[in-house]
């Protein structure tokens, strides 16, 4: 079975600075789909970006990127130029591409960022 | 806009009574989930559902069960709800798809008394 970690419970910067959320996954297949969502406080959960591993490229969505690195089984988000409405808690998941296409979610990570 | 809405943001229940928690998608999803999110545990799957009728176990179909009679309808059910389901749930929807985007309701949090 799929497992996702996410070893920082509660993180904090100050507005503008750059800030990394940690994450790493155990699974034997080769192709599958990772993703980052954002719960914002008392808010619905929204994707942030998505990842396909078989690509080789790290995707980007505007100040998010992720930095994948498929053979430890990581997979980061870098938050840059943050912003107070990025005040939320995150999430790593994992999709397998065998059977049913269900998310496996880490912890979380609660992000704080202050004024 | 994917919208993905659970009628109830907030309930509290009685130990031993019969909760009904619906959710109901806009945009045709063939998949509809059910999860349970608790701090530090993240989001964990109870129950989903690939077409209407259809049903699979999650991680943690103890204490639960699911109804899927028309596409955009699916909903939990507790059937003698206890004080350690008190929990946010969360419904979602996505398509048949690989690696679609999986889209969630608002939540909806329980307390058991």
């Known amino acids: 079975a799929q497992t996702v970690t996410q070893s920082q419970p509660e993180m904090s910067v100050q507005e503008a600075e750059t800030v990394t959320l940690s994450c790493t996954y155990d699974?034997?297949?080769?192709?599958?789909?990772l993703f980052w969502y954002k719960q914002p406080p008392s808010r619905q959960m929204i994707l942030v970006i998505r990842?396909?591993?078989?690509?080789?490229q790290n995707a980007t969505e505007n100040r998010f990127s992720v930095n994948f690195q498929k053979a430890a089984k990581s997979f980061s988000l870098k938050i840059s130029d943050s912003q107070l409405g990025d005040t939320a808690m995150y999430f790593c998941?994992?999709?397998?591409?065998?059977?049913?296409?269900?998310?496996?979610f880490g912890q979380g990570t609660r992000l704080t960022i202050n004024p | 806009d994917v919208k993905v809405t659970q009628s109830s943001r907030y309930l509290v229940k009685r130990t031993g009574e019969k909760v009904f928690l619906e959710c109901v998608q806009d945009?045709?999803?063939?998949?509809m989930f059910w999860y349970r999110q608790d701090p530090g545990l993240g989001l964990r799957l109870i129950y989903f559902?690939?077409?209407?009728?259809?049903?699979e176990k999650g991680d943690i179909p103890e204490g639960y069960s699911v109804s899927r009679e028309k596409k955009e309808r699916f909903s939990l059910i507790l059937e003698s709800a206890s004080t350690n389901q008190t929990s946010m749930y969360l419904c979602?929807?996505?398509?048949?798809?690989?690696?679609?985007?999986?889209?969630f309701g608002e939540g909806s949090w329980l307390t058991v008394v």
């Open positions: 699974t034997s297949e080769n192709n599958y789909y």
């Open positions: 945009m045709d999803h063939e998949n």
């Open positions: 998941a994992f999709m397998g591409i065998q059977g049913a296409q269900k998310l496996v």
């Open positions: 559902s690939y077409d209407v009728k259809m049903k």
């Open positions: 990842q396909e591993a078989y690509k080789q």
């Open positions: 979602a929807s996505s398509l048949l798809s690989q690696g679609d985007t999986i889209y």
